[in-house]
């Protein structure tokens, strides 16, 4: 009878390893496929399904925070193409204008509002003047506040000539909330021309 009772408790033992063992296998397994789906999941958030001309392309995504320099350089090249890309129309001047103010402070509108009092707009208008603003780079700061100086040049095409001028500005770059009018999400502050002086003229 103690033989038998030794039989079954040993069979007990066993069924109770094996049930340990098991359980830890089941939670092993379980554990393993989360942690391969959970990888899954977040490579798929990093791809972005692009449709173009009927053919599904692939793009990646990209910390947003890592584009901000780049985001920045285009924000002071932007402003300055409508700032000063001006051709003879009133309303293609004042259309440049007021999406180049959303740009930046009142450090733009002010220099805009002295260009007018001083006739520069109407000047244009009259002698059929226009201006192409070329950016060649934009330098950015590696410290807060961002400061940003943009180095270009200008076209200023005449009827019978066309002038070359040199320009340097400078500012700095506030974070602000993205608009439609405003997608970078930055302001620039204290914006102030140091160098636009003539280069060469040629004629037409």
């Not at 490579?43 to 793009?59: D, F, H």
């Not at 001083?118 to 000047?123: A, E, L, Q, V």
Request: a positive charge; charged letters at 20%; one cysteine or more.
């Amino acid at each position: 009878m103690f033989a038998s009772l030794k039989t079954i408790d040993s069979a007990f033992q066993q069924v109770k390893t094996l049930a340990l063992l098991f359980i830890v296998a089941a939670f092993t397994l379980a554990g393993t496929i989360a942690y391969f789906a959970f990888q899954s999941s977040q490579a798929a958030s990093q791809r972005i399904y692009v449709l173009e001309n009927g053919a599904l392309l692939t793009a990646g995504a990209r910390d947003s925070k890592a584009n901000r320099p780049i985001e920045a350089r285009s924000h002071v090249s932007r402003f300055h193409e409508l700032f000063f890309t001006l051709d003879p129309d009133q309303k293609a001047i004042q259309g440049n204008v007021n999406k180049a103010l959303y740009l930046a402070d009142n450090s733009a509108k002010k220099q805009y509002e002295n260009f007018k009092e001083k006739g520069f707009y109407n000047d244009l208008i009259a002698a059929n003047i226009s201006i192409e603003m070329i950016v060649d780079s934009v330098q950015l700061s590696t410290q807060r506040p961002i400061t940003a100086r943009c180095f270009g040049h200008q076209r200023v095409i005449r009827a019978t000539s066309v002038t070359t001028r040199d320009f340097v500005s400078e500012c700095s770059l506030r974070d602000v909330t993205r608009s439609e009018n405003n997608p970078h999400g930055f302001i620039m502050e204290n914006w102030r021309v140091l160098q636009n002086n003539d280069l060469t003229t040629t004629p037409r």
